[in-house]
């Protein structure tokens, strides 16, 4: 596929669906934020003495999810055993920071979409592109598809950055100094920033539906 073997496109399958497990196990509150918008019941995480994205947070957990994170990590060992990777603490630090910036990645997009129900009330079909889509499309190298897409996954959306690009560097396919390809991760982790601040201006704006 494009210069990548069977067990290189399985290493990238298995990063993304094991962050994306990570974030649908702790993140779905926001994915189910409406109900709380809806009832009038966000009232509530409003006077009590905590953030609201930390109570949000907490308010579900789908360890339902766990079947899909183990699949992940089976997958993820069996593709390590079969692929001629040097490893050293450099690569073992960015196959980390590849999992952890993909967990922030799909966080900062189920927050993203929990705002828009502050204007909506109902939660939005179209952050499913960026989640599920998200998670179907980065499951393969990014060079596989059009520069657009490319691109607007890793400039925008930086799946790019916590995949793709770390992905390189850890099987040698870098050109020039790899310690760019090794910090890419870095950015997934900082879109949860923008993330948090668009949530607070929603949280600045919104009006009690009442129950």
């Known amino acids: 596929m494009k210069g990548w073997d069977f067990y290189e496109v399985g290493l990238c399958f298995a990063v993304i669906h094991m962050a994306f497990s990570i974030s649908e196990c702790f993140a779905r ?14 009232d509530r995480l409003l006077v009590r003495p905590r953030s609201t994205v930390v109570q949000v947070l907490g308010s579900k957990f789908e360890f339902t999810r766990i079947g899909r994170l183990l699949q992940s990590m089976i997958v993820l060992v069996w593709v390590l055993l079969n692929l001629p990777i040097e490893w050293d603490i450099f690569k073992c630090v960015t196959l980390i920071l590849m999992i952890v910036s993909g967990v922030f990645i799909f966080t900062g997009i189920f927050i ?3 705002t828009f129900c502050f204007w909506t009330i109902q939660a939005i079909e179209v952050a499913n592109i960026f989640t599920d889509g998200g998670r179907e499309m980065a499951q393969y190298p ?31 396919k870098t050109d020039g100094n790899g310690i760019f390809y090794m910090l890419t991760p870095l950015a997934g982790i900082v879109f949860i920033l923008p993330c948090m601040l668009i949530w607070k201006a929603g949280v600045r704006h919104y009006r009690s539906t009442g129950s």
């Not at 409406?34 to 009038?40: D, E, I, K």
């Not at 990014?142 to 890793?154: C, G, S």
């Open 112 to 114: 993203l979409a929990a």
């Open 29 to 42: 509150g926001f994915d189910s934020f409406s109900t709380l918008v809806a009832s009038g019941d966000f």
């Open 142 to 172: 990014l060079n596989i598809y059009q520069k657009w897409v490319a691109r607007f996954f890793t400039f925008v959306i930086p799946f790019g950055c916590a995949n793709y690009l770390p992905l390189m560097y850890l099987l040698g």
